[in-house]
């Protein structure tokens, strides 16, 4: 599990050095509970279900109340009294919860801040932790988007993962979806020990015949804490080939296109209007509150984290104090830097940061790398080939 960073203390009240947030905010929630752990997995989540008070499935949104009224204690919102824009639940399994518990979260959000008319409102979903009758509910509660772990439709592959779920319940739970008038996204993992070009294919276009708005497609990460991590030290496993990645990366580009869907950040395609809104808020170094354990919050070029055992975070809270670990300020270049890195990744791409030499950027043009009618048109824009390999163009660029 990845470690939080250093930083400097936060004050026990949780106040930020800007809280104007009167242009709006957005709401992550973090549900960190899971049935099983991804052997890939690299997030703040657990299988213990029943941590002690405030820290269980059946307590644990008591806790997210007190961090959402410590929040609307902090924030100023001025006459904003609608402020949140967007709302994602994501994990671990938020769908560990019940319907009503997540829809509880939601109206605690909406008392203390108000949310926008027509906002999206997500929640992550593994296919086997949700009937017709719990979307049902979400949809009822509010909820306008769900975006389900598909992750693959080849078994071998989904048991490599620890994936829980068969390959047909996608299917049972996408027909639901669209059935109760729900956006849904489903989301793809390339790159699992073993898993060949057609079966990649085979997932790939299985993912379209869904009929998503919105498509998701990662590459996988083995990280050294991790159960796949342990298993490539022992030479168990072999560690994803970066070529054949990038050939997988390619393929879905291509396969995705062609059924209608266009990219708007390097791992994520949609249809023309059914964008993230919360993600793109992510990457437009906007505001958002990050609630639970472990959870990362930006509010006016600060960030800080919360503890990351769920115990520790409700145990803070019951006593009235925040449960941020630690944050940063971030510098004028400092912030610079994260609006390239972050805005590098967007379709758009971003204008030519000031201070870059024009032989820098013939460089990244004649390796392919950026847009050359982009460029001509002030932007810094990736082809396919720059969003293989993003880093090397951020790094450019700074």
Same mark, same amino acid.
């Given at each position: 599990?990845?470690?939080?960073?250093?930083?400097?203390?936060?004050?026990?009240?949780g106040r930020?050095p800007?809280?104007?947030v =009167?242009a709006? +905010?957005?709401?992550?929630?973090?549900?960190?509970?899971?049935?099983?752990?991804c052997?890939?997995?690299? +997030?703040?989540?657990?299988?213990?279900?029943?941590?002690?008070?405030? &820290?269980s499935?059946g307590?644990?949104?008591? =806790? @997210?109340?007190r961090?959402?009224?410590?929040?609307? *204690?902090?924030?100023?919102?001025?006459d904003?009294?609608?402020?949140?824009?967007?709302?994602?639940?994501?994990g671990g399994?938020?769908?560990?919860?019940?319907p009503e518990?997540?829809?509880?979260?939601v109206?605690?959000? %909406?008392?203390?801040?108000?949310? $926008?008319?027509?906002?999206e409102?997500?929640?992550?979903?593994?296919?086997?932790?949700?009937?017709?009758?719990?979307?049902?509910?979400?949809?009822?509660?509010?909820f306008?988007?769900? =975006?389900?772990?598909m #992750?693959?439709?080849?078994?071998a592959v989904?048991?490599?993962?620890? /994936?829980l !779920?068969?390959?047909?319940?996608?299917?049972k739970v996408?027909?639901w979806? %669209?059935?109760?008038g729900?956006?849904? =996204? $489903?989301d793809l993992?390339?790159?699992?020990?073993?898993?060949?070009?057609e079966?990649?294919?085979a997932?790939v276009?299985e993912?379209?015949?869904?009929?998503?708005?919105?498509?998701?497609?990662?590459?996988?990460?083995?990280e050294?804490?991790?159960?796949?991590?342990?298993?490539a030290?022992?030479?168990?496993? #072999?560690?994803?080939?970066?070529?054949?990645?990038?050939?997988k990366y390619?393929?879905?580009?291509?396969?995705?296109?062609?059924?209608?869907?266009r990219?708007?950040?390097?791992?994520n395609?949609?249809?023309?209007? !059914?964008?993230?809104?919360?993600?793109?808020?992510?990457?437009?170094?906007a505001?958002?509150?990050?609630?639970?354990?472990?959870? !990362?919050?930006?509010?006016n070029?600060?960030?800080?984290?919360?503890?990351?055992?769920?115990?520790?975070?409700? #145990?803070?809270? &019951?006593?009235?104090?925040?449960?941020?670990?630690?944050r940063?300020v971030l510098?004028?270049?400092? #912030?610079?830097?994260?609006?390239?890195?972050?805005?590098?990744?967007l379709r758009?791409?971003?204008? $030519?940061?000031?201070?870059?030499?024009?032989?820098?950027?013939?460089? @990244? /043009?004649?390796?392919?790398?950026?847009?050359?009618?982009a460029? *001509?048109?002030?932007?810094?824009?990736?082809?396919?080939h720059?969003?293989?390999?993003?880093?090397?163009?951020?790094?450019?660029?700074?």
């Open positions: 599990m990845a470690k939080l960073p250093d930083g400097i203390p936060v004050p026990p009240d930020v800007n809280p104007d =009167s709006g +905010f957005s709401a992550y929630v973090h549900i960190p509970f899971c049935r099983v752990r052997g890939y997995c690299d +997030f703040n989540t657990y299988t213990n279900l029943n941590f002690g008070e405030g &820290a499935t307590d644990y949104p008591e =806790s @997210l109340a961090e959402i009224a410590l929040s609307r *204690r902090v924030l100023d919102t001025g904003n009294h609608a402020a949140v824009r967007t709302i994602f639940f994501g399994t938020p769908t560990m919860l019940r518990q997540l829809v509880g979260v109206a605690d959000l %909406r008392e203390a801040f108000g949310v $926008v008319r027509g906002a409102i997500t929640t992550e979903c593994n296919p086997e932790t949700v009937g017709k009758a719990e979307l049902a509910a979400l949809r009822e509660g509010g306008t988007r769900i =975006s389900f772990g #992750q693959s439709a080849v078994p989904l048991r490599t993962l620890d /994936r !779920h068969t390959p047909g319940q996608v299917e996408t027909t979806a %669209r059935e109760l729900l956006e849904y =996204s $489903v993992i390339y790159g699992a020990p073993g898993e060949t070009m079966q990649w294919e997932s276009r993912a379209i015949s869904f009929a998503p708005n919105h498509i998701s497609a990662y590459g996988l990460q083995v050294p804490g991790t159960k796949m991590g342990a298993q030290r022992r030479g168990e496993i #072999q560690l994803p080939d970066p070529d054949i990645q990038a050939d390619e393929l879905a580009d291509t396969l995705f296109t062609e059924a209608g869907y990219w708007y950040e390097i791992s395609w949609a249809k023309p209007g !059914h964008e993230c809104r919360h993600n793109l808020l992510y990457w437009h170094n505001n958002w509150w990050g609630y639970g354990p472990g959870a !990362h919050s930006h509010i070029g600060e960030r800080f984290w919360n503890v990351k055992h769920p115990l520790a975070y409700a #145990q803070r809270l &019951a006593l009235g104090t925040t449960p941020a670990q630690a940063e510098s004028p270049a400092e #912030q610079r830097e994260e609006d390239i890195m972050l805005g590098i990744r758009e791409g971003i204008p $030519v940061p000031s201070g870059v030499r024009e032989e820098t950027l013939a460089e @990244l /043009r004649g390796d392919g790398l950026i847009d050359a009618e460029l *001509r048109t002030g932007r810094v824009r990736l082809t396919r720059g969003r293989l390999l993003g880093d090397v163009v951020t790094r450019a660029l700074w």
